[in-house]
T-cell receptor, first 116, second 111 residues
Framework: EPEVTQTPSHQVTQMGQEVILRCVPI?????FYWYRQILGQKVEFLVS????????KSEIFDDQFSVERPDGSNFTLKIRSTKLEDSAMYFC??????????????FGPGTRLTVL | DQQVKQNSPSLSVQEGRISILNCDYT??????FLWYKKYPAEGPTFLIS?????DKNEDGRFTVFLNKSAKHLSLHIVPSQPGDSAVYFC??????????FGTGTSLTVIP
């Protein structure tokens, strides 16, 4: 069964460093998403991506964040200069059509980012 | 600014009984609602959805009820099974825009 994969499973970085979180969405999916979940809090939408451009982003997704689909299979989230409050679980998701016109949004297992 | 709220952080139910998970929302523009289930160390997985034109959607043991006037939805699991033990998130969207998630309810089904 196809699945969304994410690497690494855990990333530890120093404050101020750049990190790149990687995701491989399901191959025939067209819409891609990043979410984050700070420990003990709700899952928060960051950004959606379609046709090689951002289609929607939340207020969390400021200039420190960027997304890219560099090679047709990977979907990356870059945080330019990490802050302590960026520590969270980051989930990538993909769907074949734009929600909510298609029910399922397939999530990856997440990358736990720890900023020291 | 919590547009979707799950006020019960945890719930314990005996196997075979009904589990009822609740979710409240504040934005009257929300027109699509989903429930996700999440096991530890895994991403959320889609469970069931409902659009605002309906008040009930059923899929096997899972039923979602929507009360638009109360801005409330609930997920019923009958009968509950130990494998249902997980964190359940409700999420809502307005006209296909970003989804807002609740904080989750941790369900424990006791054998």
């Amino acid at each position: 069964e196809p699945e969304v994969t994410q690497t690494p499973s855990h990333q530890v970085t120093q404050m101020g460093q750049e990190v790149i979180l990687r995701c491989v969405p399901i191959s025939n999916h067209l819409y891609f998403y990043w979410y984050r979940q700070i420990l003990g809090q709700k899952v928060e939408f960051l950004v959606s991506f379609y046709n090689n451009e951002i289609s929607e982003k939340s207020e969390i997704f400021d200039d420190q964040f960027s997304v890219e689909r560099p090679d047709g299979s990977n979907f990356t989230l870059k945080i330019r200069s990490t802050k302590l409050e960026d520590s969270a679980m980051y989930f990538c998701a993909s769907s074949p059509l734009r929600l909510p016109y298609y029910n399922e949004q397939f999530f990856g297992p997440g990358t736990r980012l720890t900023v020291l | 600014d919590q547009q979707v709220k799950q006020n019960s952080p945890s719930l314990s139910v005996q196997e075979g009984r009904i589990s009822i998970l609740n979710c409240d929302y504040t934005n009257s523009m929300f027109d699509y609602f989903l429930w996700y289930k999440k096991y530890p160390a895994e991403g959320p997985t889609f469970l069931i959805s409902i659009s605002s034109i309906k008040d009930k959607n059923e899929d096997g043991r899972f039923t979602v009820f929507l009360n638009k006037s109360a801005k409330h939805l609930s997920l019923h699991i009958v009968p509950s099974q130990p494998g249902d033990s997980a964190v359940y998130f409700c999420a809502a969207s307005a006209q296909g825009n970003q989804f807002y998630f609740g904080t989750g309810t941790s369900l424990t089904v006791i054998p």
